[in-house]
């Protein structure tokens, strides 16, 4: 089974400050994905990563950067958080398209941010 | 501009009978399309996929039909069970590298005794 974890399920930050939020999968995925889900707003898509050191804007990227130095391991960014900010963050991954046909993504089970 | 959209944000089906979940979408690039379960504190869980070459997908209790020229999917649980009670999410891709998915709004079933 494919596993996706996000290293904290909770985190409480003050406005102003970086926030780092981390994702890693252990299934050798190309694809990586940063997603927040608000309510009545399902998830939209903040940032993605189809390799190392690559990364492409989602729908909702003002606020945040990402890294992906191992192919593994996703980091969402929040240079300098605000109250908006406050969402639910999911990670998912998935394997490439041109090689395996379509193929789903897999979610980790979230980080629920507080911006104070 | 919501591209994927789940027009009804929750219903209720008594256990035993048929749960029909809609979802209906305006780019007709899309040509991949799912449905994702989640519960509360969790992470979306794949449930079932079909990709526009097909007008329907079955697994198990779960059905996935795909009307093209409606722009509009549905998934079909049949018989609803308690543990089906959650969160539905449709999402679609398009036919590119990465897959990017877009996601409806969700809605929330709840399957009584």
């Known amino acids: 089974d494919v596993k996706v974890t996000q290293s904290s399920r909770y985190l409480v930050k003050r406005t102003g400050e970086k926030v780092f939020l981390e994702c890693v999968q252990d299934?050798?995925?190309?694809?990586m994905f940063w997603y927040r889900q608000d309510p009545g707003l399902g998830l939209r898509l903040i940032y993605f990563?189809?390799?190392?050191?690559?990364?492409e804007k989602g729908d909702i990227p003002e606020g945040y950067s990402v890294s992906r130095e191992k192919k593994e391991r996703f980091s969402l960014i929040l240079e300098s958080a605000s109250t908006n900010q406050t969402s639910m963050y999911l990670c998912?991954?998935?394997?490439?398209?041109?090689?395996?046909?379509?193929?789903?993504?897999?979610f980790g089970d979230g980080t629920r941010l507080s911006i104070l | 501009d919501q591209q994927v959209k789940q027009n009804s944000p929750s219903l209720s089906v008594q256990e035993g009978r048929i749960s029909i979940l809609n979802c209906d979408y305006t780019?007709?690039?899309?040509?991949?399309f799912l449905w994702y379960k989640k519960y509360p504190a969790e992470g979306p869980t794949f449930l079932i996929s079909?990709?526009?070459?097909?007008d329907k997908n079955e697994d198990g209790r779960f059905t996935v039909f795909l009307n093209k020229s409606a722009k509009h999917l549905s998934l079909h649980i049949v018989p609803s069970q308690p543990g089906d009670s959650a969160v539905y999410f449709c999402?679609?891709?398009?036919?590119?590298?990465?897959?990017?998915?877009?996601f409806g709004q969700g809605t929330r079933l709840t399957i009584n005794p």
């Open positions: 998912a991954s998935s394997l490439p398209m041109g090689l395996y046909g379509n193929q789903p993504q897999h």
């Open positions: 299934m050798d995925h190309e694809n």
């Open positions: 990563s189809y390799d190392v050191k690559m990364k």
């Open positions: 780019n007709s690039m899309f040509d991949y």
């Open positions: 079909i990709s526009s070459i097909k």
């Open positions: 999402a679609a891709s398009p036919f590119q590298g990465a897959q990017k998915l877009v």
